[in-house]
């Protein structure tokens, strides 16, 4: 038997390398370096690697060949088939490692908690007994957390870059497993973070059974694990398709999962209010782009040809999933989970771009094609998640973070800014003209109007009008109500200058993106088409 | 010239977010006046012709089709004159509305004054849509935040209530870039919108997201819900902007949007429309009578009013369209000047109940004569505008089909009684010992509204500047529909005036 060196384009895999390799050098240093040092170091490390992918996506990005066959797509498919660098990758690479560099600011956060950590002081403590206290009173924080955040951006860099079914599958345990660890380390109210990690390590567990069982499935359709030649059996039509329909289902379900769809949408609150609001806050962005970036490529690259067997489907999930994640939503009384179950929603929002994928025949010249609606909207979406969640981690009180409803009333007469910012972002979010949500909302809408799927745009209208009443509600809550008198309410602490630094960067884009948003729908449209 | 006149107040607004607040009033003040200034000088530069002058175009979004368009015509400068007229005075009457926190109140009506002019000068769809929608995050803080208690509940309800109606209207919006990138290249642009041919099935449907949407905005009967209780919780000078400005985006916008991209559809609803603008004439009528709070009736006046504006535009004769128009004008001045001077009073007596107010008219004269004309003013009185907009409104009914203009006249009776026996309530009766010593107007409060009953009486006798800016508006706009009726409607116009 013959064995083929395999070819590896380390120019244009840099990003990945970079990431990869910074999560191994941490994992040394970790061994190495004496306790007090680690945390300067690590996340100086952590911030330059991301920083260091970050130049080097622009710079594979600037310099992608012309590729595919109507050369509406450029980039190469590298690594022997298994990871593909495009426009779009490029572009999901770049959002993915700017919501990282958030991610590193939010996690070096140690004003808050007077000079330490967000994070567990020893994990391996059982909560409430004295070994608990004494890596408390000894000021103990866990370091690890750096080396668990370059590991899940790498697996989200290589998720929505994959190539092949099984490079798909191991990008998605790479980010999962560092991010359930990360969900279980907060420091205070340990367990609900230990419940959270727990629920989401068995329920993605699950949900990565049925991906591999779709895998399997779908193989057995298409004789391969390569998107190309799957794509290539479907269109030709290959016998067997209940195979590929099943194939279909089970993969889906792994998908949905990660991005939170109805019905497989359980875990959402419980993780992001037991997890430390920065690793929430990084999650809910990242995880996002990540995981739709991989349901794009998996469904117009591999099953494009097949979009009237899946787009009803996903008329079904969207439908479910805007209209349970904006009607829960109202139930809420505590920040972050309110937060959750609107990601829900916004997940409904970006399925339903999603499903108004058209062949370019069937577009105008110039028209947004649903490639460049959902990438925007992720964008969007992603810096208002992102910004919101890091100031929840500013409103405290004397038990640290507090996040429900009671405590937020009246925050606004005593913090105008910080109450101010929070309501832009919720504005974002539920679509207000003149922030980038709007834009989002709009592009999403169209290209599924422009798909024929107006029964979806009708029901994303009406659960956009209930997603506006929970937050308009809470803005109503932050401004025009007094809290009860003698009760107890949060304050808002002063945070690093990093942390108030992502916020205000996450303000600003939502501002630029929604009053000037030309620019990075160009970046979307320079993107062009996924390659095979 | 017209990005200039939307940018003062709005970085009027920054500088007062900016700045401590001991400065907001005086820089809002000015800034009111500098925009003042500059409406007038658009009015100069506007040539009365017609058609679309002082265009501005740049591509905003490329991807889109979306244009950053502006431009004004007959209907346009008059709303913007009303706009930038009526926002000064009302930071005069309202003088202390905003005591509690001056950065918020003016920064908020700054906003808010930027936002409509923007919605009156835009001619992209897109850029519309945006300002249209943005105008109700203004209008939010300024409901939510002054006014009496209760009033987050009713700001919550008025932003529900208007955002839901600009969903809708999304729908639609969406839907016009798909069907123009069906045709071609996909545009926002009203020029090319109104030249594209949409389908009569498709055009429907457009029409009614648009159409439900202005009608939440005017509003009229039955989506009116929010408008008496946001009128009563609000400070008076909010409920002028809402009611005399931001609530003309709706009628502007049937007459712009809804007339001008969908003729065939809006044809196709007038009967539906004019039976929903008859209701809301004699329904704001009755139930504003039986009104106890002073700006709860008030607030209910102006659905009536509103149906009279929707009825003119939609009988489709040029008499209908100059008569809405007008009606537009009008109803902004004479509204504004019931509120106002409603909102002085209430501020003498404490209450905003009619019955606990009554037989105040010996001790605050002048008041009380301002109260009656304005009160007249409303009711249509002849010698007073919104006389000749009602009457060229009743006669376009009338012609459209002598049943609709039978109901829509028992609008002015009822208007009468709700007039009269207003002002009966609240001004006479035997004087209560404790209202003796009243002040009467000060000289802020009578200049401050001075101007509103200038206009009221002198186009009440001399309507034509109105008519000429807005006739060659509507004389395009019966072409574009394809509507032609030959009586000589100019004539008839100034003989009503007379």
């Given amino acids: 038997m013959d064995f083929i060196n395999p070819t590896i384009e380390y120019a244009e895999l840099s990003p990945l390398l970079i990431v990869m390799g910074v999560a191994c050098l941490g994992v040394v240093v970790e061994a190495f370096l004496p306790r007090e040092r680690r945390h300067v170091v690590q996340s100086t490390l952590a911030g330059v690697g991301v920083a260091a992918a970050l130049g080097a996506t622009i710079a594979v990005g600037l310099n992608l060949d012309p590729a595919g066959t109507d050369g509406a797509g450029q980039g190469l498919v590298g690594a022997e088939g298994s990871i593909v660098v495009d426009g779009p990758t490029i572009y999901l690479w770049g959002l993915v490692l700017v919501f990282a560099l958030g991610g590193v600011a939010l996690f070096a956060e140690r004003r808050l908690e007077a000079g330490i950590s967000a994070f567990a002081g020893q994990a391996a403590a059982v909560p409430g007994t004295d070994a608990e206290r004494e890596a408390s009173t000894k000021g103990l924080a866990h370091t690890e957390v750096y080396p668990l955040l370059m590991f899940a951006v790498g697996g989200m860099l290589l998720f929505p870059a994959s190539g092949d079914l099984l490079m798909m599958f191991v990008a998605l345990e790479v980010l999962s497993l560092p991010l359930y660890l990360l969900c279980g380390l907060a420091r205070r109210r340990r367990l609900l973070s230990q419940e959270a990690a727990m629920k989401y390590f068995l329920l993605g567990a699950f949900s990565s059974g049925f991906f591999l069982y779709g895998m399997a499935l779908v193989y057995g359709y298409a004789g391969s694990m390569d998107f190309a030649a799957i794509n290539e059996a479907v269109v030709n039509g290959a016998d067997n398709?209940?195979?590929?329909?099943?194939?279909?289902?089970?993969?889906?379900?792994?998908?949905?999962?990660?991005?939170?769809?109805?019905?497989?949408?359980?875990?959402?609150?419980?993780?992001?209010?037991?997890?430390?609001?920065?690793?929430?806050?990084?999650?809910?962005?990242?995880?996002?782009?990540?995981?739709?970036?991989?349901?794009?490529r998996l469904f117009y690259v591999a099953l494009g040809a097949d979009r009237w067997d899946w787009q009803p489907m996903l008329w079904v999930v969207a439908i479910l999933t805007m209209v349970v994640g904006a009607v829960v939503a109202i139930a809420q009384t505590d920040v972050k989970r309110m937060l959750a179950y609107s990601a829900v929603a916004h997940t409904g929002f970006l399925i339903t771009g999603v499903l108004g994928l058209q062949s370019a025949g069937e577009l105008a010249d110039g028209q947004v094609t649903s490639l460049q609606a959902v990438l925007f909207?992720?964008?969007?979406?992603?810096?208002?998640?992102?910004?919101?969640?890091?100031?929840?981690?500013?409103?405290?009180?004397?038990?640290?973070?507090?996040?429900?409803?009671?405590?937020?009333?009246?925050?606004?007469?005593?913090?105008?800014?910080?109450?101010?910012?929070?309501?832009?972002?919720?504005?974002?979010?539920?679509?207000?003209?003149?922030?980038?949500?709007?834009?989002?909302?709009?592009?999403?809408?169209?290209?599924?109007?422009?798909?024929?799927?107006?029964?979806?745009?009708?029901?994303?209208?009406?659960?956009?009008?209930?997603?506006?009443?929970?937050?308009?509600?809470?803005?109503?809550?932050?401004?025009?109500?007094?809290?009860?008198?003698?009760?107890?309410?949060?304050?808002?602490?002063?945070?690093?200058?990093?942390?108030?630094?992502?916020?205000?960067?996450?303000?600003?884009?939502?501002?630029?993106?929604?009053?000037?948003?030309?620019?990075?729908?160009?970046?979307?449209?320079?993107?062009?088409?996924?390659?095979? | 010239m017209l990005t200039t006149l939307i940018l003062v107040p709005l970085v009027g607004a920054l500088v007062i977010a900016a700045l401590p607040a001991a400065n907001a009033r005086v820089i809002a003040l000015g800034v009111t006046a500098v925009t003042l200034g500059l409406g007038i000088a658009v009015a100069v530069m506007y040539d009365v012709d017609g058609g679309m002058q002082l265009t501005e175009q740049v591509s905003w979004i490329e991807a889109f089709g979306v244009h950053y368009a502006l431009g004004v015509d007959g209907l346009g400068l008059l709303l913007?004159?009303?706009?930038?007229?009526?926002?000064?005075?009302?930071?005069?009457?309202?003088?202390?509305?905003?005591?509690?926190?001056?950065?918020?109140?003016?920064?908020?009506?700054?906003?808010?004054?930027?936002?409509?002019?923007?919605?009156?000068?835009?001619?992209?769809?897109?850029?519309?849509?945006?300002?249209?929608?943005?105008?109700?995050?203004?209008?939010?803080?300024?409901?939510?935040?002054?006014?009496?208690?209760?009033?987050?509940?009713?700001?919550?309800?008025f932003l529900m209530f208007q955002l839901g109606g600009g969903l809708v209207l999304l729908a639609s919006v969406i839907g016009l870039y798909v069907v123009s990138a069906q045709q071609g290249t996909p545009s926002y642009l009203l020029s090319d919108l109104m030249a594209l041919d949409i389908g009569t099935e498709a055009g429907r449907w457009?029409?009614?997201?648009?159409?439900?949407?202005?009608?939440?905005?005017?509003?009229?009967?039955?989506?009116?819900?929010?408008?008496?209780?946001?009128?009563?919780?609000?400070?008076?000078?909010?409920?002028?902007l809402l009611v005399c400005v931001l609530d003309k985006i709706g009628t502007f916008g049937m007459l712009r949007f809804c007339l001008g991209i969908f003729p065939e559809a809006s044809q196709w609803a007038t009967p539906v429309v004019v039976?929903?603008?008859?209701?809301?004439?004699?329904?704001?009528?009755?139930?504003?009578?039986?009104?106890?709070?002073?700006?709860?009736?008030?607030?209910?006046?102006?659905?009536?009013?509103?149906?009279?504006?929707?009825?003119?535009?939609?009988?489709?004769?040029?008499?209908?369209?100059?008569?809405?128009?007008?009606?537009?004008?009008?109803?902004?001045?004479?509204?504004?000047?019931?509120?106002?001077?409603?909102?002085?009073?209430?501020?003498?007596?404490?209450?905003?109940?009619?019955?606990?107010?009554?037989?105040?008219?010996?001790?605050?004269?002048?008041?009380?004569?301002?109260?009656?004309?304005?009160?007249?003013?409303?009711?249509?009185?002849?010698?007073?505008?919104?006389?000749?907009?009602?009457?060229?409104?009743?006669?376009?009914?009338?012609?459209?089909?002598?049943?609709?203009?039978?109901?829509?006249?028992?609008?002015?009776?009822?208007?009468?009684?709700?007039?009269?026996?207003?002002?009966?309530?609240?001004?006479?009766?035997?004087?209560?010992?404790?209202?003796e010593a009243t002040p009467d107007g000060t000289l802020r409060e009578i200049a401050a509204v001075a101007p509103l009953m200038v206009a009221l009486v002198f186009f009440g006798f001399f309507p034509k500047p109105l008519l000429e800016t807005s006739n060659p508006y509507v004389a395009d706009l019966m072409i574009h529909v394809g509507v032609t009726d030959d009586e000589p409607t100019v004539a008839l116009a100034e003989e009503a005036g007379r």
């Fill in chain 1, 377 to 532: 909207y992720l964008t969007s979406y992603g810096v208002a998640s992102l910004g919101a969640f890091a100031l929840v981690m500013v409103v405290r009180d004397a038990n640290g973070e507090s996040s429900s409803f009671v405590r937020w009333t009246g925050l606004g007469k005593r913090s105008p800014l910080v109450a101010g910012l929070f309501a832009f972002f919720l504005l974002s979010m539920a679509g207000i003209p003149l922030t980038a949500g709007f834009v989002g909302k709009w592009a999403v809408f169209t290209v599924a109007m422009s798909a024929g799927a107006w029964p979806v745009v009708l029901v994303a209208i009406a659960s956009s009008i209930v997603a506006v009443y929970f937050y308009v509600r809470f803005i109503r809550l932050m401004f025009f109500t007094d809290p009860e008198p003698g009760a107890e309410v949060a304050e808002v602490t002063t945070a690093s200058p990093l942390t108030g630094l992502t916020i205000a960067v996450c303000a600003a884009a939502t501002l630029f993106l929604g009053v000037v948003p030309g620019p990075v729908l160009d970046l979307a449209v320079h993107a062009g088409d996924f390659i095979r």
């Fill in chain 2, 80 to 157: 913007v004159l009303l706009t930038v007229v009526l926002v000064p005075i009302v930071l005069v009457a309202d003088w202390d509305a905003g005591d509690e926190n001056p950065k918020a109140f003016y920064g908020w009506v700054l906003a808010l004054e930027a936002l409509s002019l923007a919605v009156f000068l835009a001619t992209d769809v897109f850029l519309f849509y945006v300002v249209f929608e943005a105008t109700l995050i203004p209008a939010y803080f300024l409901v939510g935040g002054f006014g009496k208690a209760g009033r987050s509940a009713a700001a919550v309800k």
């Fill in chain 2, 206 to 240: 457009l029409f009614l997201g648009f159409f439900i949407a202005f009608a939440i905005k005017a509003p009229l009967f039955p989506v009116h819900t929010w408008l008496a209780d946001t009128t009563e919780k609000a400070t008076p000078g909010t409920s002028v």
């Fill in chain 1, 241 to 296: 398709e209940i195979l590929l329909m099943l194939g279909i289902a089970l993969l889906s379900v792994g998908l949905l999962f990660k991005v939170g769809a109805v019905p497989f949408q359980a875990w959402t609150p419980d993780v992001y209010q037991g997890a430390p609001t920065a690793v929430t806050a990084f999650m809910s962005a990242g995880t996002k782009v990540a995981a739709f970036g991989a349901m794009l």
């Fill in chain 2, 275 to 435: 039976t929903i603008a008859v209701i809301s004439i004699i329904y704001g009528a009755l139930v504003a009578i039986g009104q106890d709070d002073v700006l709860r009736l008030i607030g209910l006046t102006s659905l009536s009013h509103f149906g009279f504006i929707t009825l003119g535009i939609f009988v489709f004769s040029s008499q209908g369209g100059s008569g809405a128009i007008l009606y537009m004008v009008n109803h902004g001045l004479g509204t504004a000047a019931l509120f106002l001077v409603a909102g002085y009073l209430i501020k003498r007596r404490g209450t905003t109940l009619i019955s606990e107010m009554g037989g105040i008219e010996k001790v605050t004269p002048v008041l009380a004569g301002l109260l009656l004309v304005a009160g007249l003013a409303t009711l249509g009185l002849p010698g007073l505008s919104p006389f000749v907009s009602e009457f060229l409104v009743l006669l376009a009914a009338f012609d459209y089909g002598w049943w609709v203009g039978a109901f829509a006249v028992t609008g002015i009776v009822l208007a009468a009684i709700y007039v009269l026996w207003m002002y009966q309530r609240i001004m006479t009766g035997p004087t209560p010992p404790e209202v």
